[in-house]
């Protein structure tokens, strides 16, 4: 079955750290650019985070960069995103998802998500 | 990158069709044909409804249907049922670092 997993996710603290993983099955894992999308309660979409087929490029929204780390162990089928210096507004359900990409000779456009996971709830509170 | 521009509700009657607009701007749905639509019941992870645009997935229903006028992309449902009750959200390729931005969405209430 083509699925994929979330695992990680948990109550921590403001400025704390957490990890979460999401493990993939039923496909080509290292053959898809794979992302994390939040959802904070009760509100829309917002895209978190990507990473390529061989983990050699990643991209960041705004509001995570410098404090998010997202990488893959390809061998694992596995996903990952490192958060650092939480904040009460990274509250949300982390889902990952499969992306489908369209690449020519010099660029790769993100065209959509596929697959989802059933996500991870992290809530940031003292 | 600002966020796609959705209605935040809209309604039908069973049988009826509506239309969700999804408004963004020259540099994301204007510039690119990757236009993605995602359906989410309550307490569920979204699912893939439309991609680059207009295409269904295998498995998708053919009375989902979008479309596309310069920065405006919009989702048809037709002979609305029951079961389309959830909240619908567009998404679009930016071409920025911020590779992705997806509309507020839009709860759908089949009366």
């Known amino acids: 079955e083509v699925q994929l997993l979330e695992s990680g996710g948990g109550l921590v603290q403001p400025g704390g750290s957490l990890r979460l993983s999401c493990a993939g099955s039923g496909f080509t894992f290292s053959s898809y650019a794979m992302s994390w999308v939040r959802q904070a309660p009760g509100k829309g979409l917002e895209w978190v985070s990507d990473?390529?087929?061989?983990?050699?490029?990643?991209y960041y929204a705004d509001s995570v960069r410098g404090r998010f780390t997202i990488s893959r162990d390809n061998s694992k089928n596995t996903l990952y995103l490192q958060m650092n210096s939480l904040r009460a507004e990274d509250t949300a359900v982390y889902y990952c998802?499969?992306?489908?990409?369209?690449?020519?000779?010099?660029?790769?456009?993100?065209?959509?998500?596929?697959?989802w996971g059933r996500g991870t709830l992290v809530t940031v509170s003292s | 990158q600002s966020a796609l521009t959705q209605p935040a509700y809209v309604s039908g009657s069973p049988g009826q069709s509506i239309t969700i607009s999804c408004t963004g701007a020259?540099?994301?749905?204007?510039?690119?044909?990757?236009v993605s639509w995602y359906q989410q019941h309550p307490g569920k992870a979204p699912t893939l409804l439309i991609y680059?645009?207009?295409n269904r997935p295998s498995g998708v229903s053919n009375r989902f249907s979008g479309s596309k006028s310069g920065n405006t992309a919009s989702l048809t449902i037709s002979g609305l049922q029951t079961e389309d009750e959830a909240d619908y959200y567009c998404g679009s390729y930016t071409g920025s670092i911020t590779l992705v931005v997806f509309g507020g969405g839009t709860k759908l209430t089949v009366l």
């Open positions: 020259s540099s994301d749905i204007g510039s690119y044909n990757f």
């Open positions: 998802a499969k992306e489908s990409r369209y690449c020519s000779s010099t660029s790769c456009y993100t065209a959509y998500f596929d697959l």
């Open positions: 680059d645009v207009s």
């Open positions: 990473i390529s087929g061989s983990g050699g490029s990643t």
